[in-house]
């Protein structure tokens, strides 16, 4: 067994469920969504993106291009919370809410992208 891949496949299962973690619920409910988890989502999200960075193959820059999406789209929804929660004169409201948890379900995607492309690759490894 590979530790590499194993922190590899790890970090990238990780980054997908927690990322449906904090999709899961009313769009617009508070309660649903808390700042913390999508805090831990783009963390998790980033140190997925650096672990990609070393591989040269074709599928390893089709896995960097699917977290760099990831990344875009939740650093997006990190940028949008902060300035309507800081600079904007209504404060963070349900819609904000719901343009950054649509942010992250398009961050999902990628990772769910990203998920399917590291089973297929690991399929068709040879012993």
Known sequence: MNPEKVVFGFFILLALTLNF???????DNFDHHHPWEYAVVLVVNLIATVLKLGDRSQMGAVLLATSLVAMLQLVAGAVLWTVAAHASADGFTAGDLSSVVSLAAGAMVANVVS????IIETTMLRR
């Open 115 to 118: 998920v399917i492309l590291l």
């Open 21 to 27: 973690g904090f999709v899961y619920g009313e769009i």
